[in-house]
């Protein structure tokens, strides 16, 4: 397959509104991509059009192509020369790496027509990585394999990784799609949760019962155990094993043989409430990459200073059978059976609205978020946001994008300030503006965005509004949501403010315009 055809089905679907034409349009691509049988064809071109690399990262930021060479009169470059062109520029290292790397790219965008170094210029500079099009990537590989939706989708929650699944259905069809099973050591993609606006609600929603349980401002954990090894991953899926010695201990101590748990690792003061979200953050590491090693970071050292703690919620696995598909219920028997109570997420199974709201106000009077209410016949719906799942937190949030951010003036002259937010369209891929805020930053945190913000500057910093790609997701409170003929989506954020710069989640994760109008018609 030739990269023209990659960079135009790119292009078009990125001109496109409508899922359904995004989803055809990625189906002929990929139909092609199999007919050889190239599996690995199949899973870069997957890997490309979702804004990924299979090599990961190959030492080329958006500053190595602001200059580009004059584009090629014709088309010449195929997906597999470019794809080892990629993993030669990553493998350049040692002295002179900088030029070498240079060259390389030098010579790759020199052969590129003007539409595949636009479409190269995107890929490498981060612009594709928006989660535009990994709504409907299941869809399309599902399409061009004519498999059912339902098995494709699971083959991709139970192997983690859509561009293998996706080579293997279009070149081994449904039969190998069979060999996507859970495995202790590949980590799956965790159930996320949708939003109610108080306990009430969320009983309406579940039918009248609910499992509630404390939501923890620390950070999700993914813990698998194989015997005496041990792995844990955030909720991206890095793994962070090596940072993380107290969860490993924890896990150890159970008596089981091999599992596969959810859980929060969360930094505590000595009175038993939660520090900041920043301090359990510190232990974590931003960037500290696939592998859980980071040469930089003294692990005692930070263990000593400030210790984790980890609390278990859901079993996904235990000693060779998988509770995927089991209710709630059954799962958090088999938990309370190898998790001792101190160690596991404080719960109330109630039908009571009162008794549920009693609940709350302990939890957060214990300095915890709000509460998840859990449907009590709920299957785990891993990488999925699934209806059995609700957040309950008092003030209203959303995570969002930032799509731009302004230079300050006064005390704030010289810090890029007041960022403009949006919540993602899943209809488009896109991000529809709701407004801006500069409030609830503190002088470390414009620091911090102003060195953020300028990396991810899409064009000129020196004007007033400075445009970034959209790629970093903060989490915002706010009072309510009013007409507005100034946005897009023509609603707007009241007295919006901001929480926190969400480093573990990423675009796609992000709230969207349906969530913001469901507040909206609230009132």
Do not use: C
């Not at 309406?204 to 401002?217: C, M, N, P, S, Y």
């Not at 997420?345 to 709201?357: C, H, M, P, Q, W």
């Amino acid at each position: 397959m030739q990269l023209i055809d990659v960079a135009t089905a790119s292009a078009d679907v990125g001109a496109s509104s409508a899922r359904l034409a995004k989803t055809a349009r990625i189906a002929e691509l990929l139909a092609s991509a199999g007919r050889g049988g190239d599996a690995r064809q199949v899973a870069v071109v997957v890997s490309w059009l979702s804004g990924e690399l299979p090599q990961r990262q190959i030492g080329v930021g958006w500053a190595a192509l602001r200059s580009l060479p004059e584009p090629a009169p014709e088309p010449t470059l195929a997906v597999d020369g470019v794809d080892a062109a990629f993993t030669e520029i990553g493998a350049v290292s040692g002295k002179g790496s900088q030029a070498r790397r240079s060259e390389l790219v030098g010579a790759l965008f020199s052969a590129a027509t003007e539409t595949e170094q636009t479409f190269l210029r995107r890929l490498l500079g981060g612009e594709l990585r928006q989660g535009a099009l990994a709504g409907v990537m299941a869809d399309a590989v599902a399409k061009a394999a004519g498999l059912p939706l339902a098995t494709v989708r699971r083959a991709a929650m139970l192997g983690g990784d859509l561009p293998a699944v996706a080579a293997a259905a279009l070149t081994g069809g449904e039969a190998a799609l069979s060999e996507f099973t859970l495995r202790v050591g590949r980590p799956v993609g965790p159930m996320l949760a949708q939003t109610a606006t108080g306990v009430g609600e969320a009983l309406d929603k579940l039918g009248g019962e609910a499992v509630f349980e404390a939501k923890l401002d620390g950070a999700r954990v993914q813990i698998h155990r194989a015997g005496h090894d041990v792995s844990i991953y955030t909720r991206s899926l890095d793994d962070v094993t090596a940072r993380l010695p107290e969860v490993v201990e924890a896990t150890l101590a159970l008596p089981v043989r091999d599992l596969i748990a959810d859980g929060e690792a969360i930094a505590l003061r000595p009175d038993g409430r939660p520090h900041r979200f920043q301090v359990t953050a510190s232990r974590f590491g931003r960037g500290g990459g696939r592998g859980g090693k980071d040469r930089t970071v003294d692990i005692a050292a930070a263990r000593a200073a400030q210790p984790l703690s980890v609390f278990f919620f859901d079993v996904l696995h235990l000693d060779g059978v998988d509770l995927l598909d089991e209710p709630a219920d059954d799962r958090l028997a088999v938990l309370d059976a190898i998790v001792p109570p101190e160690q596991r997420v404080d719960r109330l199974k109630t039908s009571d609205a009162d008794e549920a709201r009693r609940f709350l106000d302990v939890t957060l009077a214990a300095g915890h978020e709000g509460v998840m209410a859990k449907s009590p016949a709920a299957a785990y719906e891993a990488g999925r946001r699934g209806a059995g799942w609700l957040k309950v937190k008092p003030v209203h949030t959303l995570d969002l994008v930032v799509l731009g951010v302004e230079w300050g003036s006064g005390r704030r002259t010289g810090k890029l300030s007041n960022i403009h937010l949006g919540a993602r369209d899943p209809a488009t891929g896109g991000f529809i503006m709701l407004g801006k805020t500069f409030k609830g930053m503190t002088d470390a945190m414009l620091d911090w965005q102003t060195a953020r913000f300028t990396e991810l500057a899409d064009g000129p910093t020196d004007g007033w509004v400075v445009k970034v790609r959209p790629e970093q997701v903060v989490e915002i409170a706010f009072d309510g949501v009013q007409t507005s003929s100034r946005y897009p989506g023509g609603m707007a954020l009241r007295f919006a403010r901001v929480l926190r710069y969400r480093d573990d989640k990423s675009p796609a994760e992000a709230d969207t315009i349906d969530t913001v109008r469901k507040f909206y018609e609230r009132g």
